[in-house]
């Protein structure tokens, strides 16, 4: 995907949807049958709150939460996992079709000794270490690929009795980051002059690979990697938009497709540098931008609303939330519901669509 030219003024909070080219392939329905994932032991998952399953609910001083209701209000039992959204995230829709169980946070005491995989992430962090400041602790990117390196990868050599090589090709490796490095890092930054974006977004990728390549040092060797989502579209970024609710932020738009483009030259280069191993992006921009504009299509009614109550970012706490939950794109003023998380997921496993999933869909990567 080639980002459209910047928008005049791309520093500026102008208003306009970027509208994609049509689709030219179908995508699964989400019923589409599971495929033999018999290749794919577990996964280990990276990143921040949008694959996060509760780690952050074991840090004190972690200011994004979501480990109260009406978060996980359609999850089993109606619990709050520390979860943002409604239901499940993204990772736990691929797990579900590749027939691995819900993996773990990794900060809870209790899962030690799995064998299913670990979920590392934590909300508010990104690919750089400085960013998350302000939401408080987090567990950055190095600090979760380093508890994978230092604490869960010995264990896991105990407990089967083999090399990490000969393990870790049986993991699938889930990466969903960057997102926050826009919002919560570069358009919060109030030096003059601010860093070029072109070279801002080089460097997150550059930082990106360098970790993605450590851990194929270490053994990994199939890896999905998510786009970052249409950050100009989301409730808490419109409320922000000169033209309210009704348009999106334009320049954030931009920075996430600039960091998408360059995203997929990586995997590209990746792919060719190392064939032993498998890198695939998963679009998650151009599928939510599909709903977006032509949601009833998809099955929603809402694209612009948050479905909870929301006073900023998260849902208030013990708040109320809509009763159509499968009908609101987001959950809360970031997040999207598990109703497009279930899309995006879906997509990712079995589409033959590369602008979808590239270059290869996680169903076949698992076969490989």
């Known amino acids: ?5 910047p928008p005049p003024q791309l520093l500026s909070a102008a208003a306009i949807f970027f509208i994609l080219a049509a689709s030219t392939c179908f995508p699964p329905s989400s019923a589409a049958a599971k495929s033999n994932s018999a290749g794919i032991k577990g996964a280990f998952v990276f990143g921040s709150s949008l694959v996060d399953n509760g780690n952050n609910n074991f840090l004190a001083k972690a200011l994004a939460k979501s480990n109260y209701p009406p978060y996980g209000i359609d999850f089993a039992g109606g619990v709050p996992t520390g979860r943002y959204t409604n239901g499940k995230n993204v990772v736990d829709f691929i797990t579900d079709q590749l027939g691995i169980p819900p993996l773990p946070p990794s900060r809870d005491p209790s ?4 064998v299913r995989g670990v979920d590392f992430a934590s909300g508010g962090s990104g690919i750089l270490d400085e960013t998350g400041a302000i939401t408080g602790q987090v567990i950055s ?4 690929i380093k508890d994978f390196e230092t604490s869960t990868l010995p264990e896991l050599e105990k407990l089967l009795g083999c090399q990490r090589e000969e393990l870790l090709p049986d993991y699938l490796f889930v990466v969903g980051t960057g997102g926050n490095d826009y919002t919560l890092n570069y358009f919060l930054n109030l030096t003059n002059p ?4 072109d070279n801002f977004t080089s460097n997150l990728i550059s930082s990106l690979s360098a ?3 450590h851990l194929r040092g270490l053994g990994a060797r199939k890896f999905a990697l998510m786009a970052i989502y249409p950050l100009g579209c989301t409730p808490s970024a419109r409320q922000r938009s000169p033209g309210g609710t009704t348009g999106c932020i334009a320049p954030l738009n931009f920075a996430a497709q600039l960091f998408n483009t360059k995203l997929k030259s990586m995997v ?6 190392y064939p032993d191993s498998k890198f695939v992006m998963i679009d998650a921009y151009r599928i939510i931008d599909q709903i977006l504009n032509k949601p009833v299509l998809a ?3 809402d694209t612009v609303n948050p479905c909870c109550e929301a006073t900023t970012i998260l849902c208030n706490r013990g708040g109320a939330a809509c009763d159509n939950r499968r009908a609101y794109v987001f959950f809360d003023g970031l997040h999207t519901t598990d109703a497009v998380n279930l899309q995006i997921a879906t997509r990712a496993y079995g589409s033959t669509c590369k602008d979808d999933v590239y ?4 169903g076949q990567l698992a076969m490989l």
Do not use: C, H, V, Y
Request: glycine share 6%; hydrophobic share 30%; charged share 10%.
């Open 268 to 273: 590209d280069t990746l792919n060719q540098q």
């Open 1 to 5: 995907m080639t980002p459209p030219p």
């Open 359 to 362: 270059p290869i869909n996680i």
């Open 299 to 301: 099955g929603f009614s």
């Open 194 to 197: 601010r860093p070029n974006l």
């Open 141 to 144: 990117l190095n600090e979760q």
């Open 111 to 114: 899962t030690a000794g799995t």
């Open 211 to 213: 970790k993605l390549l």
